[in-house]
């Protein structure tokens, strides 16, 4: 049976421990905030899982050409499913089974931007096969997404909020206040860890809220009913006094 092109790259490169990424900065503080943003919001939302993993500015190792010509391509934002979620220096295909990205996500910038739509989005098609490609500029604003075709990507359309729906993910990919965030299907922004453990304490306050308005209504009601039994207990005092039975009117 015929190796593999990850089979082969691997008997010709048996040790990889060596490789590390070799990616540069970010551009800005603006695009670490997002990068970061990203990566955490998916991370708490997937916190129970194991199954995959998430590789922020950092290198993918792919071809031994590519070792030689140092023609490193690290997506600013990348994700592979069904692996073993642990610690990485770099992604080396030929070290997971063959795997590529399955969603890549890069952040434009003004010396990237056309890299990232040209040669990199005909990369992530070509070479990778990565089933979906998004680009955010954090400074434009500007956002794409493409999913697989069999000739070139193909545009996710946007929906009626400018939202674009990742199979990959099961989650929209929308603008949200100048940042790229993640989206439910029944269109909640997904929380990150700080953002939940406010909702979490609104909604505790909230609760505390309720509770202190329903006994708030408990005790009027209580007094109103005491009032009502006095004023009928002086009635009845006053219909006595003029020799009327109480019983016969009340």
């Known amino acids: 049976m015929p190796m593999t092109p990850a089979q082969k790259i691997a008997e010709a490169m048996p040790d990889a421990s060596w490789l590390e990424s070799d990616e540069p900065e970010m551009e800005s503080s603006l695009h670490y905030d997002q990068l970061a943003l990203l990566v955490k919001t998916l991370d708490w939302l997937w916190r129970d899982r194991q199954d995959y993993f998430i590789g922020a500015n950092l290198t993918v190792y792919y071809s031994r050409e590519q070792l030689k010509t140092r023609g490193f391509r690290g997506p600013d934002f ?6 073993i979620k642990k610690p990485r220096a770099s992604w080396v295909t030929w070290e997971e089974g063959g795997k590529y990205p399955d969603l890549i996500i890069e952040l434009l910038s003004d010396s990237t931007a056309e890299v990232d739509r040209k040669i990199k989005k005909e990369l992530y ?11 955010f500029s954090p400074d434009t604003l500007e956002f794409e997404g493409f999913s697989f075709g069999i000739e070139a990507y193909e545009p ?16 929209y990919l929308g603008v949200d206040k100048g940042q790229l965030r993640y989206i439910t299907k029944e269109g909640r922004i997904v929380p990150t860890p700080e953002e939940d453990a406010e909702l979490a304490l609104m909604s505790a306050e909230d609760e505390a809220q309720k509770a202190a308005r329903a006994l708030q209504l408990a005790s009027a009601e209580k007094a109103r009913a005491e009032a009502e039994k006095t ?5 009845a005092a006053k ?3 003029l020799g009327i039975d109480p019983d016969s009117v009340l």
């Open 231 to 235: 004023r009928a207990e002086a009635l």
């Open 78 to 83: 990348f994700l592979v499913k069904h692996t």
């Open 156 to 171: 996710i359309p946007p929906n009626e909020y400018g939202w674009r729906w990742s199979q990959v993910l099961g989650l």
């Open 239 to 241: 219909l006595r006094e």
């Open 125 to 135: 098609h070509e070479h990778f096969r990565t089933r979906e490609y998004f680009w």
